[in-house]
């Protein structure tokens, strides 16, 4: 088992920059497909960032295209993302996931085995 545990979140001004951690405990997350979702009050949720294991490739929602960053730290057993420029429409609550398929969908939340609890952005005007 994964236990997953983002932080980082908070309150911040449109404009600003925010960086999220996912630490995981429980065991090596290196060979693990990593991505970031993110649900706002209403809505469903939604993907945001991942980055694939063993390429390294990552992938991103066009609505965070060129803001966000996805990166991972293999020793460190721990995931960031790297949130710039933010407006009022990404606050939401962010979830981290972890995948430990072989073939997998990076930006399809059914693609995920694990989920941490979330952390929550809000983003003032």
Known sequence: ????????GGLVQAGGSLRLSCAAAGRTISNYHMGWFRQ???KEREFVA?????????????????????SRDNAKNTVYLQMNILNPEDTAVYY???SIKVSVVLGRASSYDYWGQGTQVTVTA
């Open 40 to 42: 706002a009050p209403g």
């Open 96 to 98: 981290c996931a972890g």
């Open 1 to 8: 088992q994964v236990q997953l545990v983002e932080s980082g």
């Open 50 to 70: 991942a980055i694939n294991w063993s390429s390294g490739s990552t992938r991103y929602a066009d609505s965070v295209k060129g803001r966000f960053t996805i």
